[in-house]
C-alpha cells in the first residue's frame, strides 16, 4: 500500500486479556520495525524484522510479548495477560533497506492500547 | 552502544523565532543521525537524516541539522518558526550495521506561540 497501514488505531482492554495488534508494511519493503511510545518516555525499540531472517527479539520487555510476519508482509504484535503497564502507543515501522538505515523508516500512525 | 540525548523535553518559541532544538549522540561507530517530527495522533515522519555526506543537512519544512563530530551533536535549527511547526521531534542515531534499528531520544515538544 501507499503508506504502513495499522489497526486498530485505539484498543481499550481488561488487565489479563490478550491483545492483537495488525501492521501492514509498504509493499516491498523487506524490514519491519515495532516500537513502543510511553508517555514521556520516547520510543522504545521491541522487535525487528529483516526478510526471512530470524526476528531481532531483544528489545521484547516480557515473554508476554511476542510478534510474528507472515510471508514477509503483515507482522502480528501480540500482548498475553495484559498489565497496565503495557498501555502505551505501539508503532509500526517499514523500510526499504535494514542495516544502514539510509531509507529512514516509514511509520504507521499507531495503535494506542489503554489497558483497565 | 548508541544512544541520543535530547536536551529538553519542552521547548516554546515565539511565532517567527529561532527554532534550536538540541540533541547529543554517542557512537561507537560513524554515526548515522535522523530528525523526526511527530505531529498529534498520527506517526512519526522523516525530516532529514545524516548518513557520512554532507555535514549540514538540509530537511522539509525549512528545517535543517548540523553534524558536528567533535561535539558529537545534531542539533536542529529552523530560522523563523511556524504555528505548524507545533509538534514532538525525535533524534535518533543508527549504526548503520546489520542490527538495523534506530535509537530514539524521548523526544522534545515544541510549543510557537502567536
Known amino acids: 500500500g501507499a503508506g504502513v497501514s495499522q489497526s486498530p488505531s485505539n484498543k481499550v482492554t481488561e488487565k489479563g486479556k490478550d491483545v492483537e495488534l495488525r501492521c501492514d508494511p509498504i509493499?516491498?519493503?523487506?524490514?519491519l520495525y515495532w516500537y513502543r511510545q510511553s508517555l514521556g518516555q520516547g520510543l522504545e525499540f521491541l522487535i525487528y524484522?529483516?526478510?526471512?531472517?530470524?526476528?531481532?527479539k531483544s528489545g521484547l520487555p516480557s515473554d508476554r510479548f511476542s510478534a510474528e510476519r507472515t510471508g514477509g508482509s503483515v507482522s502480528t504484535l501480540t500482548i498475553q495477560r495484559t498489565q497496565q503497564e503495557d498501555s502505551a502507543v505501539y508503532l509500526c515501522?517499514?523500510?526499504?533497506?535494514?542495516?544502514?538505515?539510509?531509507?529512514?523508516?516509514?511509520f504507521g500512525s499507531g495503535t494506542r492500547l489503554t489497558v483497565v | 552502544a548508541q544512544s541520543v540525548t535530547q536536551l529538553g523535553s519542552h521547548v516554546s518559541v515565539s511565532e517567527g523565532a529561532l527554532v534550536l532544538l538540541r540533541c547529543n549522540y554517542s557512537?561507537?561507530?560513524?554515526?548515522?543521525l535522523f530528525w523526526y517530527v511527530q505531529y498529534p495522533n498520527q506517526g512519526l515522519q522523516l525530516l532529514l537524516k545524516?548518513?557520512?555526506?554532507?555535514?549540514l543537512v538540509k530537511g522539509i519544512n525549512g528545517f535543517e541539522a548540523e553534524f558536528k563530530k567533535s561535539e558529537t551533536s545534531f542539533h536542529l535549527t529552523k530560522p523563523s518558526a511556524h504555528m505548524s511547526d507545533a509538534a514532538e521531534y525525535f533524534c535518533?542515531?543508527?549504526?548503520?550495521?546489520?542490527?538495523?534499528?534506530?535509537?530514539f531520544g524521548k523526544g522534545t515538544k515544541l510549543s510557537v506561540k502567536p
Open positions: 545524516y548518513t557520512s555526506a554532507a555535514t
Open positions: 524484522f529483516q526478510g526471512n531472517s530470524a526476528p531481532d
Open positions: 557512537s561507537s561507530v560513524p554515526p548515522y
Open positions: 509493499s516491498g519493503h523487506t524490514a
Open positions: 515501522a517499514s523500510s526499504l533497506v535494514s542495516g544502514t538505515g539510509y531509507y529512514g523508516y516509514t
Open positions: 535518533a542515531v543508527s549504526d548503520g550495521g546489520s542490527q538495523g534499528n534506530l535509537i
